[in-house]
């Protein structure tokens, strides 16, 4: 069982960049995905998340109207879209799959499998 977070780079303030989250071994599509990131000096931090349920998505107010959570069953992987980085948005994001969260606990940092980051940088 292993989860693959990819798509990190660099990019200007105001770009996009789309990170994947890859499963093998298991079947994303029954699992929740979790999106979360950590800036040098500060603690690992919710970003998104999709519920196994397909119908309950949760985003960061910091977020909100800028990223978007999805799935690709097909693929087996979850996407997630960020428009209009901001220098705050810089940081490893990690994703993250658990099979049994429920819907109120979306946010928290509770998952059973998580992947290797990719690196997200925001700069002029």
């Known amino acids: 069982v292993q989860l693959q977070a990819s798509g990190g780079g660099l990019v200007q303030p105001g770009g996009s960049l789309r990170l994947s989250c890859t499963a093998s071994g298991f079947t994303l599509d029954y699992y929740t995905v979790g999106w979360f990131r950590q800036a040098p000096g500060k603690e690992r931090e919710f970003v998104a998340a999709?519920?196994?349920?397909?119908?309950?998505?949760k985003y960061a107010n910091s977020v909100k109207g800028r990223f978007t959570i999805s799935r690709d069953n097909a693929k087996n992987m979850v996407y997630l879209q960020m428009n209009d980085l901001k220098p705050d948005d810089a940081g490893v994001y990690y994703c993250?799959?658990?099979?049994?969260?429920?819907?109120?606990?979306?946010?928290?940092?509770?998952?059973?499998?998580w992947g290797q980051g990719t690196r997200v940088t925001v700069s002029s």
């Open positions: 993250a799959a658990d099979a049994r969260k429920i819907v109120s606990t979306l946010t928290t940092s509770e998952y059973d499998y």
């Open positions: 999709i519920h196994r349920n397909h119908a309950t998505i």
